[in-house]
């Protein structure tokens, strides 16, 4: 089995894009909810999210730009972030044993609600001719491929809110038994459609705009939480062997120590203790850890009745009488949450507070909930020695996915 480590982060968030941006945001406590603005949007019943301060023009020409959805644009950026931080990632690479993992959950959402717009709200028949190829799930991992040339395994997870755990999961036991050297994984979602966010509303999912202060409308663990925000954004990973990464000298932020993955089996949205902790057993196995190893768990911490106490339960029977101690927050209370993109952006969230020793908080945590009764940092960011960390991403249909990454 061959070492896997991270050799280049890129982010596009609510909080920045850069990865160096979105963790000074966290780490400050800064939110990226807002309240929306624009078409449509006087007809949400949530009308809050957290968008993504993007201009596709500012990095894609005209043409170029009318063959992306929103969502491979993300992706497409992201990713080249993450190459060129991993410096010389492509050289001497045969492109053959380089590939692309992405995870998404929604895919080209925008491209599919102006289309159904055309069609359904103008009556007319004319769709822009690119449509398929702008909304197709798999989109943002072919762009990516097609940008930097890699021929080797080429894959899109849909899993809904673990998409993107998964796939840096898959893309890191692709190189561990020798099948590639070198993959960009991670997720990529824009959600923020007329037609997406009402769908979600249907489900009684979104929370409330927040009446004093609408970026404080995410309030995961809190007990006066009442459900999570959605957001867009990206994030990639550059995944390589490790003695591949330390011959060229580039700086390994992070090794991809466990992944873990399980499923509920028991209902498709409503999350089960058995299924979380059955993922994070499984990582800690894969990793070789004990749970005293872990130093940090970013929680998947979504803000909804169900899942906040159903963690914090999970968490407790993994860990055990480390739970009492250990850091655990929810980044989503200041990004939202990024569907399909969420594992990705965490986990960048929790290699970078690994990587400086600092431990994001859960914001928006001021009225405690009894079943909520860990510590989530919720006085602000803490710094912290850490070894190791653990992301949890769990999801609707049940996939449940944990990664755990140790300092390099």
Known sequence: MRRVVVTGIGVVSPLGN?????FEALAAGRSGVRRL???????????VGAPVDFDAARHFDAARVRMLDR?????????????????GFLDGLDRARGGV??????????????????????????????????????????????????????????????SSAVAIGEAARRIAHGEADAMI????EAPLNFGTMKAWEALRTLAPADPADPSASCKPFAKDRAGLVLGEGAA???????????ARGVHIHAEIAGYGLATDGVHLTRPSVEGQAAAMRLALADARMAPGDIG???????GTQANDAVETAAIKRVLGAHAARVPVSSTKSMHGHLLGAA????????ILALGRGMVPPTRNLRAPDPECDLDYVAEGARAVPLGAVMSNSFAFGGTNAVLIARAA
């Open 236 to 246: 990639m990973l550059v995944l390589e062997e490790r003695e591949r990464a330390a």
């Open 71 to 87: 969502v491979s644009q993300l992706a497409l950026v992201a990713a080249a972030q993450a190459v060129g931080e991993a410096r």
């Open 296 to 302: 940090y768990v970013n929680a998947h911490g979504t």
């Open 18 to 22: 850069d990865a160096a941006s979105f």
């Open 185 to 188: 994984a991670g997720g990529a």
């Open 343 to 350: 594992g990705a952006l965490e986990m960048a969230a929790a």
């Open 101 to 162: 993992f992405v995870g998404t959950g929604m895919g080209g959402a925008h491209a599919t609600d102006d289309g159904y717009h055309t069609l359904y709200g103008e009556g007319s028949d004319r769709l822009k001719p690119f449509t398929v190829l702008l909304s197709m799930a798999n989109a943002p991992a072919a762009w990516i491929a097609l940008e930097h040339r890699l021929e080797g395994p080429n894959l899109t997870y849909s899993t809904a809110c673990s």
């Open 37 to 47: 603005s624009g078409r449509f949007h006087e007809r949400l019943a949530s009308p």
